[in-house]
């Protein structure tokens, strides 16, 4: 257990370097120059520069890379052109925004995932009809279905809020939905989950399904197995033969299957985020992209990257406590 | 309750639509069985019989369209609520199938398993030490892969037995506490056992100990059992009355012991006369004729009448019923026969004719060697700790010459499959080598013959691949396939099919002339009757000696089947954990087993021991990881002294014999 972790961690450090020499590659090749941005069409060729120099922009491709990993590893990641602060906290104003998004769309997938995949299993009523309306809406792009979803619940019903995160537009960063639980003040939370509740649900459909449509094909051959056929005989009701017996034994294909969805997850949060305003990395990206902010870029791909490689290792260590024969392998 | 039968089917029929037609499954089946009382159900496959205890459990399926009436504890199994028959299934039944490696969930603990069905701590741990299981507690937190397939199988027994037999009268709230002690003061078993064919899938001497645990289980706690098998050998030795049916009908019942001595119906008569033989002088198997009737398309007469030599016009017009017959003037025993000629059966019983070498003549044996191993080994890496070694082969030679056949017999886990795949060339070993002499590479034959051929090309497509890529062209490639076909004995119409198309036994056929284009010297069969009906597998060991005669071919058989081994084989070696601890002569090695484990592994056999129950083999094999001190078979062995525990016995030569034991001294050498 102790060597996978291990493994695991000397895994992630290799894929971030790999990223970010990646994108560290590509910006440096890009054409637009962030400092005559940075000051404008007037600004003289001397101000430019100087800026240029100051920013080491002027040395060598090589050199400037092992200037950028010298300071990452004093945890600096240089300051953004855009907002003139430094990155590291501008990610820490928006990384929680981004993280209560993708978690509650991730809540909300499973969700959808185990409803479609029990009510096909049980062979329950409405099931069918549950799964082909899911199907069709998460066939739709994710940018599209945000659009329908503003002009139908806010702009149409007026039941919910068409962006942000809160009500005011000065509170819009750090934990909102679990500061608001954690001070127990309901109407607090129930804002916050109505902002959510949109861009959530966008996010979810597509990986939910996904997830679902696995996880009910390899319910349903779980069903047929002997084991299976050893409770009915011992006289268990349908529901906790499917609840208890084949439910786990279902789960490694839907866990692959989730560990796949993660990273459509991470670069759909994108999307959705400007789709409704919310102020999350996401949105942070977009702006920064627009500008050349270089640095808020890396910034944000690299904490993204570190969210993939720790939630995929999360979705690995979940198939070993799903299945007990996994286990002591290597 | 206690009196009367405690499960009763009337004028059962079950039917599922199908594709091709209506399949009828039963046809009007009658069966009682009573408190204590050990019922066979004896038939091929597609004879209705698993459908049967489906039916008994309540569990028919949405899909059959079911008729008649079961009755098991006084509930109506079939018109039942779901509830009442999920309860007859939790208090009064129990069921253990086939498969033991696939019937616990393997992602439950022995002991949340076992709680499942009411068997909290300590009843659990009885229950368990109740049905021979060793270190009882510890096997509680394990999981099912952790265990061996005998073990599984006996957890699958403990988890049947937990019934308490009897219905819950009231249906007061109770507290788990209160069922708790309840369960644990009353210690009760089910009424009713049912068990579909649970000895198939284990090794002979784990076959005697569960079925020894029934024949306990009845006289200790009066529990029935409705055994479904198709090994007659095993069911004559803990059944008190047979079942036997054909065609989704009962053709024949009574007492075991009476119908096996005289079958008063053809069909019984045929299945006991296509039964492998293991004891020395035992008759020469007779194949069945024909196959099993299409369960989609049952003739209007008797079933059974395009097999039967007794066929006359009356059986193909009328569809019999069983009738009582008495057996010399006494018809007291309950004995019922669906034949019309069943007088005639029993009258003149058929002549059968005697084996008079339990080998026939076979193809001289030439000097052109075909497969040499020299000392092989091969290791792997234990499971669950990369630092030991799992040792699965070690130290074995083998050769075999043109037209010789050799089977490698042992229980499952011996190594005979890595032995197979070192000799195919499937596997490379770590030490010692690998020769075909001039032959090139052998060809295959496995278990399952569906699964080796290529499911979407013609089987005669198959074949034909294989000659046109040794160069043929394509006129002498399709004349090669018919003689091919011929020589397996499948119709050439059978050529444009697809393999899902045949049946079992055309597969087997298929896949050997498949094997055979590629004109091997060397034919190595795994395990290649175990899937087919006692009817079918004689006549594929028949068709591998016509193959060795014919061709010269020399075969290598790999089974844990005695009698099939007895049957094809010139030599048999035998294996326990990785070794070969005893080769000789088949003939030799049946009458006059040497070494303590032959010994034990034959006298499991319920073949040998016509109706009574076999002597059990106890324990297991040690585990082949990591290295071993002295004699594998130590642990387990009657005889056993301080050298067998300290020395590795070697392979030597006593008598014609290759024996690896300490307990019998070698040629010329006095103890």
């Known amino acids: ?70 300071r990452l590893f004093h945890g600096d990641l240089g300051t953004s052109l855009r907002t003139r602060r430094p990155v590291v ?192 990395l996401g949105l942070y990206l977009n702006q920064a992209i627009r500008l050349a902010d270089f640095p808020a870029v890396i910034g944000v791909v690299l904490v993204l990257g570190v969210v993939f490689v720790i939630s995929s290792a999360v979705v690995d260590l979940l198939q070993t406590v799903a299945d007990p024969r996994l286990r002591g392998r290597a | 309750m206690t009196d009367g039968p405690i499960a009763s089917i009337r004028n059962l029929s079950v039917e599922f639509a199908a594709k091709r037609g209506t399949i009828q499954a039963l046809r009007g089946v009658d069966l009682e069985i009573a408190r204590g009382e050990i019922v066979a159900l004896v038939g091929e496959s597609g004879s209705g019989k698993s459908v049967l205890s489906s039916c008994l459990l309540g569990m028919a399926g949405p899909r059959a369209a079911v008729k008649g009436e079961v009755v098991v504890g006084g509930v109506d199994m079939l018109n ?96 788990p506490t209160d069922h708790l002690d309840e369960a644990v003061s009353a210690g009760n078993t089910p009424l009713l056992l049912i068990a579909d064919e649970p000895t198939t899938a284990l090794d002979v001497s784990v076959q005697a100990q569960v079925l020894s645990l029934f024949d306990r289980l009845r006289r200790e706690h009066s529990c029935a059992l409705l055994l479904v098998t198709h090994d007659l050998a095993a069911a004559a030795s803990v059944a008190d009355r047979v079942v036997v049916m054909y065609a989704g009908r009962v053709c024949e019942t009574g007492p075991i012991a009476e119908v096996m001595a005289r079958p008063a ?31 989609a398309a049952l003739p209007s007469g008797c079933a059974f009448a395009p097999r039967c030599d007794l066929a006359t016009d009356a059986c193909r017009q009328t569809l019999p019923s069983p009738v009582p017959v008495s057996i010399g003037g006494d018809s007291s025993s309950g004995r019922q026969v669906a034949c019309l000629h069943s007088a005639t059966l029993l009258v003149a019983p058929s002549t059968v004719t005697h084996l008079t070498s339990p080998t026939p003549s076979r193809a001289t044996a030439t000097d052109e060697t075909v497969l040499s191993l020299v000392s092989v080994s091969k290791s792997f890496v234990a499971p669950g700790n990369r630092k030991l070694r799992l040792h699965a082969v070690t ?40 020769n075909w002499g001039t032959s090139g590479r052998p060809q295959l034959v496995f278990q399952d013959a569906g699964a080796s051929l290529t499911p979407w090309f013609s089987i005669g497509r198959q074949v034909t691949e294989r000659l046109r890529a040794r160069g043929l062209g394509s006129n002498v490639s399709n004349q090669r396939t018919r003689e091919l076909f011929d020589l397996v004995g499948l119709d050439s119409h059978v050529a444009q099919a697809l393999p899902r198309q045949l049946s079992g036994g055309q597969r087997q056929r298929a896949a050997i002339a498949r094997a ?3 004109e091997p010297r060397l034919l190595i069969c795994d395990e290649p009757i175990s899937a087919l009906d006692a009817s079918l597998s004689v006549r594929i060991l028949d068709l591998l000696h016509e193959v060795r005669r014919e061709l010269g071919v020399a075969l290598l058989f790999v089974t844990h089947d005695l009698a099939a081994a007895r049957y094809i084989a010139d030599d048999v070696a035998v294996m326990y954990l990785g070794r070969v601890v005893e080769r000789a002569p088949s003939i030799k090695l049946f009458a006059n087993p040497q070494h303590p484990y032959t010994v034990g592994l034959l006298a499991a056999s319920p073949a040998a021991h016509a109706g009574t129950l076999a002597p059990t083999l106890e324990g297991e094999p040690p585990s082949p990881i990591g290295q071993h001190l002295g004699c594998a078979f130590a642990s387990r062995c009657p005889g056993v002294h301080d050298r067998c525990r300290t020395e590795q016995p070697m392979l030597l030569q006593r008598g014609g014999t290759e024996l690896a034991c300490h307990l019998i001294p070698p040629d010329g050498d006095l103890l």
């Open chain 2, 265 to 295: 119906h053809p069909y019984t008569a045929s299945l006991l006369a296509a039964r492998l033989p293991l004891t020395p002088a035992s008759p020469a198997p007779v194949p069945m004729r024909g196959s099993p009737p299409n369960p």
């Open chain 2, 516 to 518: 055979l284009a590629s």
């Open chain 2, 80 to 175: 039942g609520t779901a509830a009442q028959r999920r309860s007859v299934r939790k208090h009064l039944l129990g069921a253990v199938f086939q498969d033991p490696l696939g019937a616990l969930n393997p992602t439950m603990r022995v002991g949340r398993l076992l709680s499942e069905r009411g068997l909290y701590r300590e009843r659990a741990e009885q229950v368990l030490r109740d049905v021979a299981v060793p270190d009882v507690a510890q096997r509680l937190r394990q999981w099912p892969h952790q265990l061996s397939g005998g073990l599984r199988q006996r957890v699958a027994i403990a988890f049947a037995l937990g019934a308490d037999g009897r219905l819950p009268t009231n249906n007061s709230a109770r507290t």
């Open chain 2, 395 to 434: 130290d074995v030679s083998v050769s075999l010459q043109a037209g010789q056949s050799l089977a490698v017999v042992g229980e499952s886990g011996c190594g005979k499959t890595t032995l197979l795949r070192l000799a195919s060339g499937l596997a490379q070993p770590d030490d010692g080598t690998v």
């Open chain 1, 1 to 70: 257990m102790r060597r996978a972790v291990v493994t695991r961690l000397a895994w992630m450090i290799v894929v971030l370097f790999v990223l970010s020499f990646v994108v560290f590659s590509i910006q440096r090749t890009l054409p637009s120059d962030p400092v005559r941005i940075f000051f404008g069409r007037n600004a003289s060729k001397e101000l430019i520069a100087q800026k240029q120099h100051e920013l080491g922009y002027d040395r060598s491709f090589f050199s400037q890379y092992g200037l950028f990993v010298n």
């Open chain 1, 89 to 280: 906290s501008d990610l820490m104003d928006f990384l929680p925004g981004t993280l209560e998004l993708a978690g509650s769309a991730a809540f909300v997938g499973l969700l959808l995932a185990l409803v479609i995949a029990l009510t096909g299993a049980l062979r329950r009523k409405g099931g069918a009809i549950v799964r082909v309306i899911a199907i069709v809406f998460s066939s739709a792009p994710t940018f599209l279905l945000g659009l329908g979803a503003v002009l139908l619940f806010y702009r149409h019903f007026h039941w919910l809020p068409a962006g942000g995160r809160t009500k005011s537009a000065t509170e819009g960063n750090g934990w909102v939905l679990l500061r608001s639980i954690a001070k127990g003040s309901p109407s607090k939370t129930w804002e916050a989950i109505r902002h959510l509740a949109m861009p959530a649900v966008a996010l979810a459909l597509a990986p939910g399904v996904a997830i679902g449509r696995i996880l009910r094909g390899s319910l349903l051959d779980v069903l047929e197995q002997e084991h299976i056929r050893t409770m009915r005989a011992g006289g268990l009701t349908e529901r906790s033969i499917v609840l208890r017996h084949a439910l786990r034994n279902a789960l490694l294909p839907a866990i692959s299957m989730g560990g796949l969805q993660l990273g459509l997850l991470l670069s759909g949060v994108v999307v959705v985020e400007v789709v409704f305003a919310w102020p999350g």
